[in-house]
């Protein structure tokens, strides 16, 4: 896939400069960080699913009830509460086999079972989409003993042997439901035990919860994240979908420091937007089925 260079690379044939005017490569980046970020706010307006992420966290420990939002969140579509199974030292992650070992013996002992869904922290390159950063996913278990859990998916990578660390986390079906900020202190009056999180808001840059926990807790969160901030070596976001439209973006910002054209935040974001809708469009459609024998 082509990186943010390489579209700069592009780009500079429509911004050929003139007497006395000339690009550097800091403002023509610049130019296509402002077009992605316009991007995230089309895709954001029309609620599309390429800014769907999945993060998991431990971060709720006992006797608090905030956390910080996942990293480059927009907005959180839904909260849920996980148990953490445990923390291990001693893991070996199987690529070939697809398995998890380890020899503390205390996967079923903790609760784990075939066709429960897990999700891992704190691994090398087994994590579950941290935060908003690029992991394997969750994960099916398909067999499970004491020692060993293996799993539906193809996705486990090796990490040596018997070293090797990891959160293990049993995603369940309990959903903590949203409200808002002021409904949530109200409910806090009336609370004087702590438990587990039933409700959540926003505050500043962190979720509350309305409970103290009683325990660490385990958080699953389905959010909206922003693209991250393009470097000359960076992989264009959203598997390169949008290039073509990043590309003419800088390009305006481009023109519109040269003179030629004004308001280019408009008509990028309007050339983005029919960008967007025509593959949300061709990703969306779902074609008639016809019969033969009518």
């Known amino acids: 896939m082509a990186t943010a260079a390489n579209i700069i690379t592009s780009a500079r044939y429509d911004l050929r400069a003139v007497t006395g005017q000339s690009f550097e490569p800091e403002e023509l980046l610049e130019y296509l960080n402002r077009s992605v970020i316009i991007l995230d706010g089309v895709l954001m307006s029309t609620n599309s699913d390429w800014l769907h992420q999945t993060a998991i966290s431990s971060g709720l420990t006992a006797g608090l009830n905030k956390v910080t939002m996942p990293t480059r969140c927009i907005s959180i579509r839904s909260v849920w509460v996980t148990d953490i199974i445990d923390s291990f030292t001693d893991l070996t992650y199987t690529a070939a086999a697809d398995t998890i070992a380890t020899a503390a013996g205390t996967f079923t002992t903790n609760g784990l079972a075939a066709n429960e869904t897990i999700g891992i922290i704190g691994s090398t390159s087994n994590n579950t989409n941290i935060n908003g950063g690029d992991g394997i996913g969750l994960l099916t278990i398909s067999a499970v003993t004491e020692t060993l859990i293996t799993v539906n998916e193809d996705v486990i990578v090796d990490e040596g042997a018997a070293n ?73 976001p959203y598997n390169g979908e949008f290039d073509e439209s990043l590309r003419e973006g800088l390009v305006m910002f481009g023109k519109q420091r040269r003179g030629e054209i004004e308001n280019a935040d408009i008509a990028i974001a309007s050339m983005i937007k029919q960008a967007v809708m025509t593959k949300a469009t061709r990703r969306n459609h779902i074609p008639e089925r016809y019969r033969l024998d009518f």
């Open 164 to 236: 090797a660390s990891g959160t293990i986390m049993q995603i369940k079906n309990l959903e903590v439901e949203k409200l808002s900020t002021n409904d949530l202190y109200v409910k806090r009056k009336w609370i004087s035990a702590t438990g587990r999180p039933f409700y959540w808001a926003w505050e500043g840059t962190s979720v509350i919860f309305d409970y103290k926990a009683d325990q660490a807790y385990g958080l699953l969160f389905h959010f909206n994240r922003k693209s991250a901030v393009l470097q000359m070596s960076t992989t264009m």
